[in-house]
Each structure stands twice: as structure tokens, then as C-alpha cells.
């Protein structure tokens, strides 16, 4: 083996190998990946270098090309089980979606792999060839993959980073079970025709037959998965839609039960001012004085506490305050926030969620149960966090306390039957190009919720 042959061996283990891994991880955040994403490149890359360059020693160990083909395809074999085990451990994320990543992912490589076949029979003439050598790669190789970097890759890492990524924020794995077998059955049938097709027909007569089945098979995988993504993000934009009318009524019905309230104590005040009135026709100054304290310590409503100036955090910070309050839960509140570009539902579901929570949580955990709320607009994003009293929580499978902020994914709901108050508030962070993240202090017995909007 020459060092030119070692070099074109090396380059094309890595330009084929390189942007699938890669790609794994475009779609996930930092806050879903156990190392950063610079970093977690930069190791990434090394990698893959390494095992490029142990490549052409493995490989080269054949006597004859059937033998070194199969040397190649085992070897890239196990490097693809190997990254997919690494893949695994280093995303903090449902398996569902890191599966449907690793399709799509899948179907790159098979797009890249047609092409490949189709480009080189039609430029194989104008390649120079390594007469009488034994090789994997050959320099027309490296000039399609050099090629794809341009051209193919960027609009994958593009649809992954705005697209797949918004997708899986957006998608609940618990309620995209039925796209997920789809994806799955069409992956798996999509592999093995794709490599029935190869075998049956990679011989060169046979090339254009070759190309003109793995061209309707790319094309009958694009379309079955653009269909399992529609349909997935239309119901869950359905439930979300739904979900949205349910907190606007349950707004409605808060208010028509304040309206409510408010006509019971005119009526009961109409009593008050008439016994004061007894007792200020009787000179009674002492007894006025007492009434007068008793009557402004029971009838203290709590809408009139003013909390900030934004209309509708205000009015869901003065009801669950004061529904906290009514049940011995200590609070405290700092707000800061005037007009924001974030709709009234959605703000309904994320502030309403939160202290929903946290009202049950303290409400779970007795004792001397607080509340503190800090909601206010910071370097243009708003920030929502809330910190209450909790006696513990349910980890999902995967994650551990480490008394840092963690995503929704991280937390089992301890509700009978299942909830997902946090994911709901996770989902709409991502709408606003944000972020929700939760975090149990084992020490404190403090459990804390932390949302920025950055669109508003």
C-alpha cells in the first residue's frame, strides 16, 4: 500500500463517515447534550480521524478486493454501532427522538450513496484509476464527497437545525407513538431494498437499472416521511390549539367567579356601613375602631394587590397568590414586566402551569409550605422563575439530581394518571425561542421552575 493509496483510503472513510455523525447531533440544543456542542464537534472530529487513519490498515490486510470489501463493510459496521452507543449516552433526550434522527440521518446516507453510484458511472472514464492496486476508495470518491459538502450537506444541516429541531421540540414522544412505528417500518423496508437492489444488481450493466430503483426508493422515503412529520406536528398543533381554548375558558370562568364575588361583597358591605353607621350614632369610637379593623382585615381582597403592569400576569400572579395565600402557603413576589409580545394563552399556560404546580406541591409537601415568584424582562428576554417548597420528585429513566437545571424530560409527573403541565411549558418556551428548564434542590427540599422567552 502506498502513501498515496493510505491517504485517498483515509479521506474517504472520513468524507463518508464525517457528516453523518455530525448530523446526529445538529438538531439538539446544548442543554440536551452532556458535553457542549463546540467541544462535543471538536472531540467528534478527532475521532472520526482516528479511526479514518486505522481504516486503510484493516482494510489492506485482504488479499483479494471480495475480501477487502468485506473487511471495509465490517469495520464500518462496528464504527456505526460504536457511535450509535456514544450517540445514546451523550444526548439527553427521548429514544423516539433520537431514533427519528438517526433516520433521517439514514436516509442522507442513502441519498449520498446513489449519488455516488450515479456520478461516478457517469464520470468513471474521466478518473485516473490505481492500476493493479486494491482499494475501497478511489479519487472520484473524494471528488463526489468533496462535491456533497456543497451542495447536499448544507441543505441537510439546514433542515435538521430549523426544521427537525423545531420538530422535535414541539413533538411530545408520548403522543407520536403511531409516527414513530411508521418511521420505523419504512426505515427498516427502506434499508433492505436498498440492499437487496445493490446486491442484485451492482454489476456494470446493470447500473442504470441500479440507479433508476435507488432513485424511487429515495424518493418514496422523502415522501413517507415528509407524511409522518405532517401528521405528527398537525395533531399535535390540534392539541396544542386545544389545549389553548381550555385555558382561555378556564381565564373566562375566573373572571365570571371574581364578578361574582365582587356583587356578594357590595351586598355584604351594605351590612357593614349600616352596624358602623349604630356605631357612630352611639359615640362607640372604641367599637368603631375595632369593627373598622376587623372589616379591612377580612374583606383585604387580594385582586387589588398590584403585582406589575402587564394585564394578564398580573391577574394570574393576584389569583394564584391569593389562592395560595388562602391556604397558609407563604409568598412572595417580584414582577417586573409591562407590554409583552407573547400571546395572552400562552402566557396563561406557562404562568398558570407553573404556579399550579407549585400551589399543589406545596399543598402536597404541609409544614411550612413558600411560593417565591421573579418574573420581569431582562436584556429583552422575559424571565419567569418560581421557586416552592417539594418533598421530592420522579426522575425519567436516564437522568439523575445533580442540583442543576434540567429539561421536562428529565421529570415524571406525580400526578394519578400522568400530567404534562412542564412539557406543555417547555413547548411554548421553544415557540418564543426560548427555554424552560427545572431543577429539585434535595437539600432545601426546593423545587424550581425557570422560563425565558427571548421573542418578546
Known amino acids: 500500500m502506498t502513501c498515496g493509496i493510505y491517504l485517498v483510503e483515509v479521506a474517504g472513510f472520513f468524507g463518508q463517515f464525517f457528516p453523518c455523525a455530525v448530523m446526529c447531533f445538529v438538531p439538539f440544543d446544548d442543554d440536551k447534550l452532556k458535553i457542549r456542542k463546540r467541544a462535543l464537534f471538536l472531540l467528534l472530529t478527532l475521532c472520526v480521524l482516528a479511526v479514518s487513519a486505522l481504516f486503510p490498515l484493516a482494510a489492506h490486510l485482504a488479499t483479494t478486493l471480495k475480501v477487502m470489501i468485506h473487511i471495509a463493510d465490517s469495520y464500518m459496521l462496528l464504527t456505526v454501532v460504536l457511535s450509535v452507543v456514544a450517540y445514546g449516552v451523550l444526548v439527553r433526550e427521548n429514544h423516539m427522538k433520537k431514533l427519528l434522527v438517526i433516520y433521517i440521518v439514514i436516509f442522507y446516507a442513502a441519498l449520498i450513496f446513489w449519488l455516488t453510484n450515479l456520478v461516478g458511472t457517469i464520470l468513471d472514464p474521466f478518473f485516473p484509476r490505481f492500476n493493479g492496486a486494491l482499494t475501497v476508495y478511489l479519487p472520484k470518491h473524494l471528488a463526489f464527497y468533496l462535491l456533497s459538502y456543497v451542495t447536499v450537506l448544507p441543505v441537510f444541516v439546514i433542515f435538521l437545525r430549523r426544521y427537525v429541531s423545531s420538530f422535535l421540540r414541539e413533538i411530545e414522544p408520548e403522543r407520536m407513538r403511531r409516527e414513530f412505528r411508521c418511521a420505523t417500518i419504512s426505515t427498516i423496508a427502506f434499508l433492505i431494498l436498498m440492499m437487496s437492489a445493490h446486491m442484485l444488481f451492482n454489476v456494470y450493466e446493470y447500473n442504470f437499472l441500479l440507479n433508476s430503483i435507488l432513485l424511487f426508493l429515495v424518493l418514496n422515503q422523502a415522501i413517507m416521511y415528509w407524511m ?122 406557562i404562568i398558570g402551569n407553573t404556579l ?22 431582562l436584556h429583552g428576554a422575559f424571565t419567569f422563575e418560581v421557586s416552592n417548597t417539594c418533598s421530592g420528585v420522579n426522575l425519567a429513566a436516564g437522568f439523575r439530581n445533580t442540583g442543576d437545571f434540567l429539561p421536562a424530560a428529565a421529570f415524571l409527573s406525580t400526578r394519578e394518571g400522568g400530567g404534562r403541565g412542564i412539557t406543555g411549558v417547555a413547548e411554548l418556551a421553544a415557540k418564543y425561542l426560548g427555554s424552560a428548564s427545572f431543577k429539585f434542590d434535595s437539600g432545601t427540599r426546593t423545587f424550581t421552575t425557570r422560563v425565558i422567552l427571548n421573542r418578546v
Open 228 to 349: 409522518i412529520v405532517t401528521s405528527a406536528v398537525n395533531r399535535s398543533r390540534e392539541e396544542n390549539a386545544l389545549r389553548a381554548v381550555q385555558a382561555q375558558k378556564l381565564q373566562y370562568d375566573r373572571i365570571c367567579a371574581d364578578m361574582e364575588r365582587a356583587a356578594r361583597l357590595r351586598h355584604d358591605m351594605r351590612h357593614h356601613w349600616n352596624y358602623l353607621y349604630v356605631l357612630a350614632q352611639d359615640g362607640d369610637l372604641s367599637g368603631l375602631k375595632k369593627y373598622l379593623a376587623a372589616l379591612t382585615e377580612q374583606t383585604g381582597r387580594r385582586e387589588s394587590e398590584e403585582f406589575c403592569e402587564n394585564p394578564t400576569v398580573n391577574a394570574l400572579l393576584q389569583y394564584y397568590v391569593g389562592l395560595a395565600r388562602d391556604e397558609k402557603i407563604a409568598c412572595s413576589v417580584a414582577a417586573r414586566c409591562g407590554e409583552l409580545d407573547v400571546l395572552p394563552e400562552d402566557l396563561t399556560v
Open 356 to 377: 399550579e404546580n407549585a400551589v399543589a406541591s406545596c399543598r402536597r409537601a404541609g409544614g411550612d409550605a413558600s411560593i417565591a415568584v421573579a418574573a420581569g424582562v
